[in-house]
């Protein structure tokens, strides 16, 4: 190819395809008790500990590359071919402003080069469905515009209901107010997020218990899946795999064909959600919201 294919890992992009698919991946930086790592998509990573230290009251620290940084990383590339970087929401982070910046002066520094930049308005699985499609494209020869124009005409498509465990960390992370935690918690309450049309994660319903509200983004995925045939269904689990494979069971005994894959919520993005989150990711109709 005369142009290299790149993204980063708040996608929660497997390791496996990463590998079979040969993707470059910018490893985003998190820090928990003190100490900074990257998230190399779950090779130095024990999930279940993560999640433990968060439940025993651990806090996660997510943080943004800077442009220094990314001049770094995209420089090498740029010295030898054009790129594509897949990045996540820009609604979600500030950190595709530092991406804009490096381009802007890696642009001047190489004249010749194609760079660009989409924001997929995604991010953990929605992200990754982008993604693996947009790589089949590169794959079989599609130019770097076509592969670029896909993903900006489809994320709305890219779709997941999720739902966290413990509303503390949707209150740390200020995404509902102290007194709406401590209400929701007493009763049980489970907010099911999604992702926007605008690339925001946004509360879409709050269902009362944890199996209603599997059950509620079940049914939801069911309408909202075209042709499962044709499509893949990503389900991510914070170290709750009996419910992910509970949710796997009921999707498969309803739409057979449809291709299913169970994967662990990264750091990054479980930083903010916390342990027993639970998420179903797929591609579909139009976003609800």
Known sequence: MDY????????DLPYDLKVKYDIPVVNMPYSLNGVEYFDDLGQSLNHKAYYDAMRGGAVPVTS???????????????????????????????TIQAIFSAREKLLKQFPGRRFEVVDTLSISGPMTLLILKAHEMYRNGAPLDEVAAWIRGNYTRSQSYFMVDDLKYLKRGGRISPAAAVVGTMLDLKPIIVQNKEGKLVSYAKVRGRRRAISYMVSHTLESIVDPKESVCIILHADCPQDAEEMKKVLQEKLPDLQIRIDNVGPVVGAHCG???LACCFMGTERPV
């Open 64 to 94: 943004a590359l800077n442009e220094e940084a990314y001049l770094e990383i995209f420089t090498p590339i740029l010295e030898k071919s054009d790129l594509l970087f897949v990045a996540f929401s820009s609604k979600m982070s500030s």
């Open 4 to 11: 290299v294919f790149m993204t980063d890992s708040d996608s």
């Open 275 to 277: 342990p027993g989150t």
